[in-house]
């Protein structure tokens, strides 16, 4: 399945809903067009929306790298909402975790765009502990419905 791409804003943010395969061919190729023509008109601060992205390879998680080098050298930010738990467990194994700003509420990553507002991250760190535990999952966690 090749990557779809739908465009919205909020509140100035521009979110990229992503439906499909981020890999290699189709999917990389129009991911990195995307974010480059939104860069070439001045819309640098990007939310992608990972919920409906059913695979990642190298070269997808290679364009995200890519992606983000070319937001922050133009002052602007990539934020990535609702990574699912699989796709997570590839940035802390590749370590590129430390590197994105994750979110899985889409108020709290729009909000991490104004410094004068409240949000709450998502805690990569309890995701760890919680693979490494998996009988203290907590029900109320939000990736417990992952």
Not at 1 to 8: N, V
Not at 28 to 31: S, V
Not at 88 to 93: R, T
């Given at each position: 399945?090749?990557?779809?791409?739908?465009?919205?804003e909020?509140?100035?943010?521009?979110?990229?809903?992503?439906?499909?395969?981020?890999?290699l061919?189709?999917g990389?190729?129009?991911?990195r067009?995307?974010?480059?023509?939104?860069?070439?008109s001045?819309?640098?601060?990007?939310?992608?929306?990972?919920?409906?992205?059913?695979?990642?390879?190298?070269t997808?998680?290679?364009?995200?790298?890519?992606?983000?080098?070319?937001?922050?050298?133009?002052?602007?930010?990539?934020?990535?909402?609702?990574?699912?738990?699989?796709h997570?467990?590839?940035?802390?194994?590749t370590r590129?975790?430390?590197a994105?700003?994750f979110?899985?509420?889409?108020?709290?990553?729009?909000n991490?765009f104004?410094?004068?507002?409240?949000?709450k991250?998502?805690?990569?760190?309890?995701?760890?502990?919680?693979e490494?535990?998996?009988?203290?999952?907590?029900?109320?966690h939000?990736?417990?419905?992952?």
């Open positions: 399945m090749s990557l779809q791409i739908e465009e919205r909020k509140e100035g943010i521009v979110i990229l809903d992503l439906k499909g395969s981020l890999t061919g189709e990389d190729l129009a991911l067009e995307s974010l480059a023509a939104l860069h070439r001045g819309k640098i601060n990007i939310i992608l929306d990972l919920k409906e992205v059913i695979d990642i390879d190298s997808g998680l290679g364009t995200l790298v890519f992606g983000l080098a070319k937001l922050r050298k133009a002052s602007g930010r990539l934020a990535l909402l609702n990574v699912n738990r699989t997570l467990k590839l940035f802390l194994l590129l975790a430390i994105f700003e979110f899985d509420d889409e108020q709290d990553a729009v991490s104004f410094p004068d507002r409240e949000l991250r998502f805690d990569v760190l309890e995701f760890v502990r919680q490494e535990d998996p009988n203290s999952k907590d029900a109320t939000p990736d417990a419905a992952w």
